[in-house]
């Protein structure tokens, strides 16, 4: 763990109140959030295959503020078309902190957003490359700051995907709040120095 960082986030899905509505009233917190400041949003995929954007769109009025998302499921995808680091794919894989920053950023170029948010990890039911179910990177990128958050969730595959859309709109509204001391504020990659 580097400086500055939290444990990762643990916990079972039902536990931490992960459902439909609660990812709804996220949702719906977030584009307000994001329209009352004038930001625009651009959203990068992997596990969840499309369910933060969805749900999202979910709510009236979303249009307001989402351009758009990638869904990118497949490794090669990450680095062909959100700029992912190749040669950082090839020795961590997907599932890390510094691809789920990467796509965050990739996509917020791509797309002309104000921020990036970006989801990788392992829905399960079973281990990938080897990491448990449940280990999920997300990340939130904004011109003012990045966050990251290390996620190790419990329940079944569609469980895991639900928290890992509510963990990461919540970290976006963290983010747009600038509620510093909830968030784990990552210096951007240009401020980054060597360990």
């Not at 078309?81 to 890390?96: C, I, K, S, Y």
Request: glycine share 14%.
């Amino acid at each position: 763990m580097q400086a500055g960082e939290r444990p990762a986030a643990t916990g079972s899905v039902g536990d931490q109140g992960f459902g439909e509505g609660h990812c709804e009233r996220s949702a719906a917190d977030l584009l307000r959030v994001a329209e009352g400041r004038a930001v625009t949003l651009a959203i990068a995929e992997s596990l969840t295959g499309g369910q933060v954007s969805s749900t999202l769109v979910g709510v009236p009025g979303a249009s307001r503020v989402l351009l758009g998302a990638v869904v990118a499921y497949a490794t090669r995808i990450k680095a062909q078309v959100l700029g992912v680091d190749a040669a950082h794919l090839e020795r961590t894989g997907p599932v890390d902190r510094d691809v789920a920053l990467q796509m965050a950023r990739g996509v917020r170029r791509l797309l002309g957003a104000d921020l990036g948010l970006a989801t990788t990890g392992v829905a399960g039911p079973g281990p990938a490359d080897g990491h448990p179910a449940g280990t999920v990177h997300i990340a939130v990128v904004a011109p003012w700051g990045e966050v990251h958050r290390e996620l190790r969730l419990s329940g079944d595959r569609s469980q895991i995907r639900c928290g890992t859309v509510l963990n990461v709109i919540e970290l976006a509204v963290g983010l747009l709040s600038k509620e510093a001391d909830d968030v784990n504020l990552v210096a951007p990659q240009y401020l980054q120095t060597a360990d």
